[in-house]
């Protein structure tokens, strides 16, 4: 009998959670201790980001992560696929499609419905991803048992 490895997610929403700043169409987003708690979050618990952010769309969504400073150590495995209902649902097709996916979480800004909540660290816009919600998401990691479907 084979094993394999499961691969814990992070899926990954770009404004509000790294681009504070609500005019910012750019996709050059300055927000040092959002990425910083992101590589440390990814890296010290060996996750890989799925990105759901409507950020999604454009061509360099990849590069903008690396660009604002994440560190090539984080694996950025894709993005969940374009929907016109919600990201929570966007979120649940992916994992529904991906049986490999061991503990998950999400960091958004937008509101999830209570079933996501173990899993959810939800941010505000302009302040957006720091130090209390890492430590937020660190407990949640800790409480999460590997996802069963």
């Given at each position: 009998m084979s094993t394999q490895k499961r691969?814990?997610?992070?899926?990954?929403?770009?404004?509000g959670v790294i681009n504070i700043e609500p005019d910012n169409f750019s996709g050059y987003f300055e927000n040092p201790e959002a990425i910083y708690f992101i590589n440390k979050l990814c890296i010290e618990n060996d996750f890989k980001i799925v990105v759901t952010s409507s950020w999604k769309n454009?061509?360099?969504y990849i590069e903008f992560l690396h660009e604002a400073g994440l560190d090539s150590k984080v694996e950025i495995i894709g993005c969940t696929e374009m929907s016109f209902k919600s990201r929570e649902y966007e979120i649940k097709q992916f994992l529904n499609e991906?049986?490999?996916i061991g503990k998950y979480l999400i960091i958004d800004d937008?509101?999830?419905?209570?079933e996501m909540n173990?899993?959810?660290?939800?941010?505000?816009?302009k302040i957006g991803f720091n130090k209390l919600?890492?430590?937020?998401?660190v407990d949640k990691i800790n409480k999460m048992d590997d996802l069963v479907i």
């Open positions: 691969e814990n997610v992070l899926f990954l929403d770009y404004d454009h061509p360099q991906h049986p490999c937008a509101d999830f419905s209570p173990n899993h959810l660290v939800q941010t505000a816009f919600k890492y430590q937020e998401a």
